[in-house]
DNA sequence: CATGAATGAGACTTCATTCAT
DNA sequence: AATGAATGAAGTCTCATTCAT
């Protein structure tokens, strides 16, 4: 038993592991295309090519595909601004929030309607642990950006900061808009702007 | 006309006209209290008092419920900012902004799940005609603010002025903030560093 | 009271009778425009220009809506048999079901929809006295025309006779045939030699 | 192909196909017992002792219902003609005639309720193509059999023989007509004496 | 484990009919 | 009488979930 916890994946795991994936690409596929309403565990089944017990054999519920979905999205985004971090020489202030930002804008502007899609489903999940973790090493990270200012920065304004941001990517998703480098330069000048230099 | 598209039957008589009302505020009354999910028409007729005949006497389906309740705020936001605008004495860009902002604030924050409620619905309706002279009006309004500034903007300015205040907005909705004062004062801030002086 | 009976129609009685006589008109136009399935009892008070309320001083139910509409369809229909008959100077048998068959088929082609409609909606209503003593009349003038033909005819005949003119013109209904002169020919040819000359 | 038209899915255990059957069944049982008014998708799917979910799963609606018993019944009708057509040894025209009068007759006659019951179904369903299918493969069997009396017949006469027939057929099911041999008698009388030898 | 048939609560909606005004 | 607002039983259909095979 325990000995087996670090080894290699066995055959049946490594089926499961696509199970899953296919699931969750099903479902992110159908939110895509068809929207939220058109979102039932059925056609998640039918388009993973995968039976509908199955799907219940990796999920308890519905609402724990969306959850993992979510959870994966917010994976990506903080993978996505720890190597904005890394790659960013220079400890330069101006230099590191453009990096995060283009990447947070890159992730979202993909597949703007998947992304889309989540962020109005994680208004409908409960406000759980799991989201509050992940708001908190968010900003933990948003937080790190900021102090390469100089000055030390409130709570207050790293939510502020985010708030910000998420607006205005928001609307250039639901407004199609596609050029990534403007769309970072005016987001730039907010925050800055708000940051009062 | 516009008014009456997603109408069934205009009410005639006073009984008819607080049906309507009822039916209205049942629905605003769920959202707040139990959510998106919650939301049945049956659940709205039992609430409203009234009878699931009467509820679809008026409203042909379940989506023109939401429909009119959006209208309804669309409609008290437009006359909030009108209000502010005629409110405001002077024509200095600040005050103006500042009145705009407080009128905008004040609706949101008064039923801030209800608020919130209707945010997510508004994504879930089509981009309609209805929508599109929504926006247009309120970003002919902003604009008028935005021009006391002394220089022209661009619609595109205009745009993340809107994102960035619907941004902060809804995130102290979420994070259920009360001090109205304080947060006009940090959108004041966002804005005009935005707008670069 | 007992009075009043032979009197002239007072304007009430008279605005009653053009009360139902529009609520005949507006179900006789709503079958032939959209079918049984669109016939609901609003829908005729709308069209009738009369409230659902009225529709209900007159008629007790839907049902008898369209049991009003078969009775004047049937006495439409002895009517102009009646006036086939009396029409004919010749008491010769081939003249006189010919006109019988005019009458009758013109009645059918006028209205074909509605006509057809009728005819389904007779099936719908249970076998009542009424229905019997029609068919009982009908059958007794098809018995008096074939009788100028010299021999006896039996009740079966007169029956099959009946079914067949029926089943032509039923037919042709269906078909949206408009020759109507050619159809009487055919249906007199399977008549004639059904009764085997 | 085009019998999967009107299938939401086609039941590949034989459990599925038993569900099908059952449900076909329950549905005739209430046509016969208490008429069309009453054929409702919760009493068939109770009938048929299956839940209403399972009714859905085999069909997209409840018409879907009655067209799948009215192709069964043209099935059979036409399985019933070409065997007729076939046990006649002999090519001789009145004995092809009585086959396959006595065949549609039997059909008819079994079920009377059921069979008056999907005529008039068939009223209600548009003209689609296969119901102009079913009426070319009836009238090109009918053809054969009346070309066997020697000479040409037209489309017309092909129609008016089957009017005639159907007319005589629906009024001995509505009159509880039993005696088969009987009627088949006099509609030959009636076809035979309207082709004029 | 996988499959997919089956389930059934419950959502939306219609429409014949009633009744206060 | 006329009006039309209101009623609510009942019908259609969906979809998350279970369970026998």
Known sequence: MTLAINKRKTPRQIRAQATVEAILEASA?????FG???LTTNKIAERAGVSIGSLYQY???KEAVMTELIRHKRSRMLAAV??????????VFDTALDAVLAS?????LNWPRLALALDQAEVFLP?????ILFKVALNGKINEVLGRQGSKVSEQTIQDVVAIAKGMIEHASL???TDEVDLRRRIMRAVIGYLGR
């Open 175 to 177: 407004a199609r808009e």
């Open 82 to 91: 720890d190597m904005a971090l890394d790659d960013t020489r220079s400890d």
């Open 29 to 33: 596929h159908i939110l895509v295309d």
């Open 59 to 61: 999920f308890p519920n």
């Open 104 to 108: 947070i804008i890159q992730l979202q």
């Open 36 to 38: 939220h309403g058109a």
């Open 127 to 131: 406000l759980n642990d799991e989201t």
